[in-house]
């Protein structure tokens, strides 16, 4: 007598997404949930790239096609993500991505497409110079969303805590005209940087916003202040491979999502700069390769 076996329980599951590349094993693990769970080894190689090597996505807001470079894999990779049709990108944490569409936002993990809304309306219907950070990933109880905007005479910001029902808006009345490059969130203050030596400056603790120069210093100094590093040199460098790979002829016409990213020494993190001074069509987003799942009854 022959037993029989379902055809997705195959014993060499596990082996086979091993040996796919990345494209293949993305849509191998949506196959069914048997796929799904035999593709964890590998899942779990890819999230064990190196931190200080973020991957790129880049896409038309548009059109639901995106391409996917990295480091690690010479190609470059083509997929298709519902989800990012019509959105602008503002953050990126941990592999997560913040995305505004339509007065909403709601957070997206590209390699696993887990989503996560948050409730209530944003209190700008229009996203142009707008720069955000986490201060923590959206799965975990203390996260708290700051986006920023300028004008040429004001600073917003506005904050939405999970659990939360609405935004908090707090203004600056300062002359504000550079725009804003990078973003950290440090001991629970969120730090906003522009172009030059300027940084805004918000505390959950003290929630006001405050205008100050930033102060460079090398690492093995003393000094106290917070501990993230910028690469002009290595910037420079990155935004030529990219306008290489992605066979674009200027890449100030992309809107970039800057990210942070963890590097060997544990002591400095590296603040990966946003490119987005102008409504544009055509966007990028840096983000770490992580496959998160969530509940089925996941809210904010």
């Known amino acids: 007598?022959?037993?029989?076996?379902?055809?997705?329980?195959?014993?060499?599951?596990?082996?086979?997404?091993?040996?796919?590349?990345?494209?293949?094993?993305?849509?191998?693990?949506?196959?069914?949930?048997?796929?799904?769970?035999?593709?964890?080894?590998?899942?779990?190689?890819?999230?064990?790239?190196?931190?200080?090597?973020?991957?790129?996505?880049?896409?038309?807001?548009?059109?639901?096609?995106?391409?996917?470079?990295?480091?690690?894999?010479?190609?470059?990779?083509?997929?298709?993500?519902?989800?990012?049709?019509?959105?602008?990108?503002?953050?990126?944490?941990?592999?997560?991505?913040?995305?505004?569409?339509?007065?909403?936002?709601?957070?997206?993990?590209?390699?696993?497409?887990?989503?996560?809304?948050?409730?209530?309306?944003?209190?700008?219907?229009?996203?142009?110079?707008?720069?955000?950070?986490?201060?923590?990933?959206?799965?975990?109880?203390?996260c708290v969303v700051g986006v920023i905007s300028r004008t040429k005479t004001e600073?917003?910001?506005?904050?939405?805590?999970?659990?939360a029902t609405s935004w908090t808006e707090h203004n600056l009345k300062s002359k504000y005209p550079k725009r804003i490059r990078y973003a950290a969130y440090h001991k629970r203050g969120f730090y906003f940087f522009d172009n030059t030596n300027l940084m805004v400056y918000y505390s959950i603790g003290q929630p006001e916003l405050r205008l100050a120069e930033a102060r460079y210093v090398k690492p093995e100094t003393d000094e106290e202040g917070i501990i993230f590093r910028l690469d002009n040199e290595e910037e420079t460098n990155q935004m030529n491979e990219l306008k290489e790979r992605l066979a674009l002829e200027d890449m100030s016409q992309v809107s970039i999502c800057g990210t942070i990213v963890s590097c060997d020494n544990a002591r400095i993190n590296k603040m990966v700069p946003y490119e987005n001074n102008r409504v544009l069509q055509k966007q990028g987003a840096w983000f770490q390769p992580r496959f998160h799942q969530i509940s089925e009854n996941q809210s904010w």
């Open 1 to 142: 007598m022959y037993s029989t076996r379902d055809w997705t329980d195959l014993p060499l599951l596990p082996s086979i997404a091993n040996r796919l590349g990345l494209i293949e094993l993305l849509r191998f693990r949506a196959v069914c949930k048997d796929w799904f769970a035999a593709s964890s080894v590998a899942s779990a190689e890819i999230e064990s790239v190196p931190d200080h090597e973020p991957w790129f996505l880049f896409y038309d807001d548009d059109n639901s096609l995106c391409t996917l470079v990295t480091k690690s894999f010479s190609k470059k990779y083509t997929i298709d993500l519902p989800e990012l049709k019509g959105t602008k990108c503002l953050a990126s944490c941990e592999g997560w991505l913040l995305l505004f569409c339509e007065g909403s936002m709601f957070f997206f993990c590209p390699l696993s497409r887990a989503k996560i809304d948050i409730p209530g309306t944003f209190p700008h219907t229009v996203i142009s110079n707008h720069v955000a950070i986490l201060s923590a990933p959206p799965t975990s109880e203390d």
């Open 155 to 163: 600073v917003k910001f506005h904050a939405f805590r999970r659990g």
